[in-house]
C-alpha cells in the first residue's frame, strides 16, 4: 500500500532549516530508496510563499498565503510504498522531523470510487 508522509515540523526555519536537519534528511532519503520503499518526496516553500485557489461559480478566487486557519504547517512530503501500517510507522518513526516535529501517516486511495457514498455504504454493510 503506498503512505504519503506529510513531514511538520514544529518551527517555521525564517533563517533557513539548519544544515545538520538537511543531512539527516538526505540520509534517511537515501536509506529509504536503498530499501525500496521511496517513491518520491520533496520540501515545500513556507507558507508565506503559498497560494490556496476556490472557485464561486465561474469565478476563480486566489488567496496568498499564509493562511491564519492554517495551525501547523507542511514542510515537505513523501511517498512511500510497504506492506502494513506497522511498517510505515516505522518509517516515519525513522524520519529527522520526528525530533522536531511530526510525520502524519496518511494511506492513498486506491480508486476514487471507493470514496463515494455507495462504497461507503457498501463498507457499513
Same mark, same amino acid.
Given at each position: 500500500?503506498?503512505?504519503?508522509?506529510?513531514?511538520?515540523?514544529?518551527?517555521?526555519?525564517p533563517?533557513?532549516?539548519?544544515?545538520e536537519?538537511?543531512? *539527516?534528511?538526505?540520509?534517511?532519503v537515501?536509506?529509504? *530508496?536503498?530499501?525500496?520503499?521511496?517513491?518520491?518526496?520533496?520540501?515545500?516553500?513556507? &507558507?508565506?510563499?503559498?497560494?490556496?485557489?476556490?472557485?464561486?461559480?465561474? *469565478?476563480?478566487?486566489?488567496?496568498?498565503? &499564509?493562511?491564519?486557519e492554517?495551525?501547523?504547517?507542511?514542510?515537505?512530503?513523501?511517498?512511500?510504498?510497504?506492506?502494513?501500517?506497522?511498517?510505515?510507522?516505522?518509517?516515519?518513526?525513522?524520519?529527522?522531523?520526528?525530533?522536531?516535529?511530526?510525520?502524519?501517516?496518511?494511506?492513498?486511495?486506491?480508486?476514487?470510487r471507493?470514496?463515494?457514498?455507495?462504497?461507503?455504504?457498501?463498507?457499513?454493510?
Amino acid at each position: 500500500m503506498k503512505y504519503l508522509l506529510l513531514i511538520r515540523p514544529d518551527h517555521d526555519y525564517p533563517d533557513g532549516v539548519p544544515d545538520e536537519t538537511i543531512r *539527516k534528511t538526505e540520509a534517511w532519503v537515501a536509506d529509504m *530508496k536503498a530499501r525500496g520503499v521511496h517513491l518520491t518526496g520533496g520540501a515545500l516553500h513556507p &507558507p508565506a510563499q503559498s497560494t490556496a485557489v476556490r472557485r464561486q461559480g465561474a *469565478k476563480v478566487v486566489t488567496t496568498d498565503g &499564509p493562511f491564519a486557519e492554517s495551525k501547523e504547517q507542511m514542510g515537505g512530503f513523501d511517498l512511500i510504498e510497504c506492506d502494513t501500517l506497522e511498517e510505515a510507522i516505522e518509517i516515519a518513526a525513522g524520519h529527522p522531523v520526528t525530533e522536531v516535529g511530526m510525520v502524519e501517516i496518511r494511506p492513498m486511495v486506491e480508486e476514487f470510487r471507493s470514496l463515494g457514498r455507495q462504497a461507503v455504504a457498501d463498507r457499513t454493510l
